[in-house]
């Protein structure tokens, strides 16, 4: 019997109950579980789930762990239910599983998608040897408005990044080995669509949105997610135009099914189609769960809407049979792609969750993550690397020896017993000479008595003082927008303390967002981003304060002036009256600053310098259906090895719509050693100029372009193109 024979035979002997239950999603209570992340919400039992298991009234589960408990599970499922139809285990693995990487935005500041590949291999290794089939990440949401706290989760603000990113991860869960490998973890892009755009930056707020912005923007992650083999996604919470997400047939079924041919299944995002009713769109709970399904929500997480209402539902006629085989099809199809009716027990063996063979190899993934994930913003006076001896050193802040901010947000199941805290990464660089002290200085979000005067006195001892303040881990995620995106008063008052010792003053940053940086902080001699890096925080930052790794992080997101100028991102579109020097009056800007970034997207430095020639290209005549190489010879100058994320920007002078000021088309990340020189090409065609147009057709348009290979998003000089308009 083919496979989808099978999935045949079996929709034609299941009973409409049966069929509902292949549509929801619920909380896993029969282990371990991390019950805290989500609003409780339809809770059921141990007895309950397992009855529900018998019954074959549940198909799925999220958020529990352990091989031993799933494998019972499962067995209920396979050997107690009347199809013996087998579960599907999901959870939130976003970052790492019992090994913890840097959160994605951290990562994303590699500008390197094949470590983002690799450490989600890893993840996918260690979670499915914890009884896990299914991840609900990448989250591949361009988030342009640093207030909103999921940003963390994501690849920043530029969409060729995001669907870098988004598709590196995506092949990192699942895998090259096929998708009934027992180490392949289903990924699940999300959250569809635009819930980065959410206004305000307020969560789980409207999207008001144009159409050419959603596809130019925010769907094109999503489609590089499922291009590269993702074959379920998660709708969103938000509104778009006044469509909720997940009731939104345009998005699921026009779009997802129809014009991208989706083959696989949409899960609600945790109560979402509950929601609705809250939103202001559906009447009551059968009004809600008919807008979902018939808009194309295959499986309900956690509500117990479809659950409740779907066979009455299907009673009435007001949903077709047709329409709930065509949801229970596609979810056994997932269930059969990665290998469930042959091989229940996949990823349900304790021997290998017990392995710990892989640990070594992904500790020191993370420690490589770690660094490659810092960013350098500032260094005045080359005051980092540190010396290693010969050097006084306070590490000073709420983080120094903190053990709980380290993993950043959405980690369920890091294993913290492995953590390395910023004080035992830098007492293991110093060894046994170490001349440091250490201060607290102040509480996570308050001040302590005597803390900064015994930091001050610290500070007053060292050569150096090297500060670690920032958001705590709880600032960033979900449900956690700001309107202030500054470090909290209680740090903002100890680094001010820490400036006037004199003593030259290192920022170490923590930061699940952009922040607007202020007064001490702006002015430290050094500033490093380091995000929540993960297990290997501390010697992660080590190995760059100390120049034993020299970092090439670049941002992924525009650090601005204050946190005012949000939403700010680098490709924002030309307006009319740009900011020009020397000319401020009736000009964009703010009255207290510009329009510009304090750092911008792509800016990182590194403990080397490297200068970019001019940018040349192949022909300034693109014809229609050719390709244009863009070159440039970078250098390195300075003293040590180091790597640089050359970047290709494009800008349309003229088009049909407004255009960006610039866009990132391409990047590539180097490595020279002093004094070596390479030349980095790219190619760009049409497809990279297209954008959708006012008739909604993505399309380039013939004309003049700009094209910069540069270090950031701000810097370099234009060369000029021109796209030629095709013959005849
Ligand atoms: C809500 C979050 O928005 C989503 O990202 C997550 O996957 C679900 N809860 C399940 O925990």
């Not at 090994?99 to 260690?126: D, M, Q, Y």
């Not at 501390?538 to 949000?566: E, I, K, R």
């Not at 970078?634 to 610039?662: C, F, I, K, M």
């Amino acid at each position: 019997m083919s496979n989808s024979e099978r999935i045949e035979a079996l929709i034609a002997q299941m009973t409409v109950e049966e069929k509902v239950g292949q549509l929801g999603i619920f909380a896993d209570a029969l282990r371990p579980f991390a019950p805290e992340v989500n609003p409780e919400a339809n809770a059921r039992g141990a007895a309950e789930v397992r009855a529900g298991i018998r019954a074959g009234k549940i198909g799925a589960l999220f958020n529990g762990v352990g091989a031993a408990e799933g494998r019972q599970a499962q067995r209920l499922a396979v050997e107690e239910s009347r199809l013996g139809i087998p579960l599907l285990l999901g959870a939130d693995v976003i970052h790492g599983m019992r090994t913890v990487f840097p959160i994605p935005l951290g990562e994303a500041a590699s500008f390197e998608p094949e470590l983002a590949r690799r450490t989600a291999r890893a993840t996918a290794v260690e979670a499915t040897a914890a009884g896990i089939h299914w991840t609900f990440a990448p989250a591949v949401d361009v988030a342009r408005d640093q207030r909103w706290g999921r940003g963390a989760e994501g690849a920043g603000e530029d969409v060729l990044l995001g669907c870098a990113f988004a598709r590196a991860r995506v092949q990192g869960f699942q895998g090259q080995a096929g998708l009934t490998a027992d180490d392949c973890l289903l990924a699940t892009p999300k959250h569809f669509a635009a819930y980065g755009a959410v206004a305000g930056g307020l969560e789980y707020n409207t999207v008001d949105i144009s159409e050419q912005t959603l596809r130019d923007v925010h769907l094109p992650p999503f489609k590089a997610a499922f291009d590269a083999g993702a074959i379920t996604v998660m709708s969103a919470f938000n509104d778009i135009n006044g469509v909720p997400a997940s009731a939104n047939r345009w998005l699921m079924t026009d779009l997802l099914r129809g014009a991208w041919q989706f083959p696989g299944l949409v899960v609600s995002d945790y109560t979402a189609d509950m929601e609705l009713i809250a939103h202001g769109y559906a009447a009551d709970e059968r009004d809600a769960t008919r807008c979902a399904f018939t808009a194309g929500l295959d499986l309900s997480m956690q509500s117990g809407f479809y659950d409740r209402n779907l066979a009455s539902l299907v009673a009435s006629g007001e949903v077709t049979l047709a329409q709930l085989d065509a949801s229970v099809r596609r979810v056994l199809w997932v269930k059969q792609q990665i290998g469930l009716f042959d091989n229940p027990y996949r990823s349900l063996d304790p021997a290998r969750e017990a392995d710990p063979s892989h640990l070594a190899a992904h500790e020191a993934l993370a420690r490589d993550a770690a660094r490659r994930s810092i960013v350098l913003l500032k260094n005045q006076g080359a005051v980092l690397p540190l010396k290693k001896t010969g050097q006084k050193i306070a590490l000073v802040g709420p983080f120094a020896r903190d053990t709980k901010n380290i993993e950043g947000c959405w980690t369920l199941f890091g294993d913290r017993t492995r953590y390395v805290t910023l004080e035992a990464g830098v007492r293991a660089a110093l060894g046994e000479h170490a001349q440091l002290i250490v201060e607290d200085g102040c509480g996570l979000e308050e001040p302590i008595d005597g803390g900064i005067e015994a930091a001050v006195a610290a500070a007053h001892a060292s050569d150096v003082v090297v500060l670690a303040i920032g958001e705590p881990q709880s600032y960033s995620g979900e449900a956690q927008s700001r309107t202030q995106i500054v470090v909290p008063p209680a740090h903002q008052a100890l680094a001010e303390a820490l400036a006037a010792t004199g003593k030259p003053l290192v920022v170490l940053l923590r930061n699940g967002r952009a922040l607007a940086l202020h007064g001490a902080v702006r002015k430290a001699a050094a500033i490093v981003v380091t995000w929540y890096l993960g297990s290997q925080t501390g010697h992660g930052v080590a190995d760059v304060l100390f120049g034993d790794y020299n970092p090439a992080g670049c941002l992924p997101v525009s650090f601005p002036q204050d946190s005012g100028q949000q939403p700010l991102f680098y490709n924002r579109s030309r307006t009319g009256r740009p900011e020009l020097p020397h000319m401020r009056e009736f000009k964009s800007r703010w009255r207290e600053v510009t329009a510009d970034a304090l750092y911008p997207f792509g800016h990182g430095l590194s403990y080397t310098t490297f200068e970019y020639g001019p940018a040349q290209l192949s022909t300034t005549q693109l014809g229609w259906d050719q390709t244009l190489t863009a070159t440039t010879t970078v250098t390195n100058t300075g003293e040590v090895a180091g790597e640089t994320v050359v970047q290709l920007y494009v800008h349309d002078r003229v088009a049909s719509r407004v255009r960006p000021v610039r866009e990132l088309k391409g990047f590539n990340k180097i490595a020279l050693r002093p004094g070596e020189s390479a030349q980095v090409s790219f190619q760009l065609d049409r497809s990279l100029l297209a954008f959708t147009g006012m008739d909604l057709v993505c399309r380039a348009e013939p004309g003049l372009f700009d094209v910069w290979i540069t270090d950031s998003s701000a810097n370099g000089t234009p060369v000029q193109f021109e796209l030629c308009p095709p013959k005849g």
